[in-house]
């Protein structure tokens, strides 16, 4: 993992603490043998948590070498996870990603120190739904100084998850203590009593005494009956104290808190160093006179034809045979990518206002359908 920081992890072992990445050229070369070897096309990536950059250029060096295969690896749910990254991702044979959203609250996953907020899981496990990657979330309960309230509540942004349709599948892990984590190391630290045993070959968990006295498992059975109820997409509405056959607290969470977690953010942002991806060069092109108000203009018609629809934009022609000229010259299969302040001075030598035009409908309609990616 080259995160290695989370406080129930085991972090201090080498298979977890040694990440050593393989440049994207010898993992697809690795990638290519293996498809000679066994003509088989699917690969899991075992990778604790796989890097968002070296995802990046995976996937670019896939689509390179022009292979069909699919994918899916454990990720750790960043930020680095755009729409546009997973989306290059999807083209390149990702169909699932694993990912530890641990325990839904935001005190307990400073604690774990997992780098994530629960929002911002919500907008990644978005990107890579929208994608059409299926994402797979490992959730937990029973954390150190985890109250009763903390658990319901954890509860409901797992059920808000899977009603706004952006997490597909879960499970749910009770927490334990295991020896080689810093929880493990420095148990006092974490608010847990370690009853301490000999400890005998691959016998790794610690039992412990939590300093809250809350008896975790008995949340168990409600959360794994309910879990398995979203995923099947039912009983969202049912209420949680109606999986518990004990009196829980009402959660503390408003319901539309992830729908509000997942209103657009502001995409009218320009990022000059963003490398700019073209995942299409060949569009058909026709032009036509449009007269509006006694106004004629030459208009060109592009028809993109992607693999499940077809995507039609009309630009002035000259703009849309400029952009087909920087679409033939930067395909995705050229090592070197140009960035966006490129593409705005090229733009600019020959027209006005770029932001105008790369903020326009008709780029917008590109760039959600996965034709242009800014990375
Ligand atoms: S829990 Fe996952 S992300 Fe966290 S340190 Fe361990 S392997 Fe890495």
């Known amino acids: 993992c080259y995160w ?153 942004m797992v059920r808000q998850l899977f009603e706004m349709g952006v997490l597909q599948s879960g499970f749910w892990h009770q927490f334990s203590m295991t020896a080689h984590s810093p929880i493990g190391k420095n148990p006092e630290e974490f608010g847990v009593a370690p009853l301490k045993k000999e400890i005998l070959f691959a016998h790794n968990d610690v039992d412990f005494v939590d300093k809250t006295g809350i008896d975790h498992s008995i949340f168990g059975y409600g959360l794994k009956k309910s879990l398995f109820n979203y995923m099947h997409g039912i009983n969202f509405d049912m209420p949680l104290q109606d999986w518990f056959d004990f009196r829980i607290p009402p959660t503390t969470i408003h319901p539309d808190y992830i729908h509000d977690c ?31 108000k006694g106004n004629s203009r030459n208009i060109t018609q592009l028809t993109f034809h992607l693999k499940t629809n077809i995507v039609k934009i009309e630009l002035d022609q000259e703009k849309a045979y400029w952009l087909l000229k920087m679409m033939q010259e930067n395909s995705i299969a050229k090592p070197q990518k140009i960035t966006l302040q490129y593409l705005k001075n090229n733009f600019e030598e020959n027209f006005e206002d770029f932001e105008l035009f790369w903020f326009s409908k008709p780029l917008k309609q590109l760039k959600e359908n996965g034709i242009i990616l800014s990375l």
Request: charged share 25%.
């Open 4 to 156: 290695g920081k989370c406080t129930f992890c085991d972090i201090s072992l080498d298979y977890i603490r040694l990440y050593e990445p393989v440049s994207a050229k010898i993992l697809v070369d690795r990638m290519q043998e293996l498809i000679t070897k066994t003509g088989e096309t699917g690969f899991h990536f075992v990778d604790e948590a796989a890097p968002p950059a070296l995802m990046r250029e995976v996937a670019l060096e896939i689509l390179r070498r022009n292979l069909v295969v699919t994918w899916w690896t454990n990720i750790r749910f960043e930020k680095n996870f755009s729409r546009d990254l997973c989306y290059l991702l999807k083209l390149s044979g990702c169909v699932a990603v694993s990912g530890g959203l641990e325990v839904a609250s935001d005190r307990l996953l400073k604690l774990i120190d997992k780098g994530v907020s629960v929002e911002q899981v919500a907008r990644v496990t978005r990107n890579f739904t929208e994608a059409g990657i299926m994402v797979h979330s490992y959730l937990m309960y029973g954390y150190p100084t985890q109250t009763v309230q903390e658990t319901v509540d954890s509860l409901e």
């Open 262 to 292: 997942l209103l657009d953010e502001d995409d009218f942002k320009f990022k000059g160093n963003s490398k700019i991806i073209f995942t299409s060069k060949n569009p058909v092109a026709e032009d036509f006179i449009k007269t509006k």
